[in-house]
């Protein structure tokens, strides 16, 4: 019997297994989870690194809403029912274009290119200042949302918060500062920053509209992110 055709068959073997690889490597893999499937769109203002820190303001806290207990997940959040001061240290995510023109906790509107933030148990709204450690970059940005959901994140930050910041390569370690009603009429939170001037006085916002019986942007905000089942009729 000839040897050519078993070197036929053998060079056919081999062609066809790598057909098989090549078609594996092309194929799509398994798709991540939603709330990984998020960036920062396709038309991000020019000078977005420029933006100004949110400026702190007296704002009255809502009671309910936003500022109620509620599930997520399986947990139970209680978020502070007062102006307290708060520090802590953990994990800064963001979340951009996936979410941008979609209701916050809060009732607003998330607008990714504004110094804003989520937070799981702040009160609604607050101010903090949250610090870099690895390059020394500042931000005050004002929490109007809910969230990160996981465990050992503490703040989920806007688009534009976390390119100030230099954390748009992914999670990163943050210090994070509440800034109180009182530092706010001192102009204490102005203070702080190294050169600054002294910070006029503080207007104040008036006081939000009453909440009726159905008004509930917080539960609104988590079925509209998938985080709660929808009322029921």
């Known amino acids: 019997m000839s040897p050519l055709p078993a070197l036929s068959l053998h060079r056919a073997a081999w062609s066809l297994a790598l057909l098989m690889v090549l078609a594996a490597c092309s194929s799509p893999g398994p798709r991540r989870p939603a709330i990984d499937a998020d960036g920062p769109g396709v038309r991000v203002p020019p000078g977005l690194d420029r933006v100004p820190d949110a400026e702190p303001r007296l704002e009255p806290l809502r009671l309910g809403g936003p500022n109620k207990p509620y599930q997520v997940l399986g947990r139970w959040y209680t978020p502070a029912a007062s102006d307290i001061a708060w520090r802590e240290t953990g994990l800064a995510s ?5 979410f941008h023109g979609r209701p916050t906790a809060s009732g607003e509107t998330y607008d990714m290119f504004a110094m804003t933030a989520a937070h799981k148990t702040l009160p609604l709204p607050s101010y ?6 690895a390059n020394g970059r500042e931000v005050v940005v004002r929490i109007n949302d809910r969230g990160p959901f996981v465990d050992g994140r503490v703040i989920d930050l806007s688009y534009a918060a976390a ?3 230099g954390v748009l390569g992914g999670v990163a370690p943050v210090e994070l500062v509440r800034i109180t009603a009182d530092e706010i009429r001192a102009g204490l939170w102005q203070r702080q920053r190294r050169g600054s001037a002294p910070a006029p006085a503080p207007v104040p916002v008036p006081d939000a509209p009453p909440l009726r019986d159905d008004d509930d942007p917080l539960g609104a905000m988590l079925v509209d992110r998938g985080l709660a089942p929808p009322p029921q009729p």
């Open 163 to 165: 390119l100030r910041l």
């Open 128 to 133: 903090a200042r949250v610090r870099n450690p």
């Open 94 to 98: 963001w979340y951009g274009a996936r």
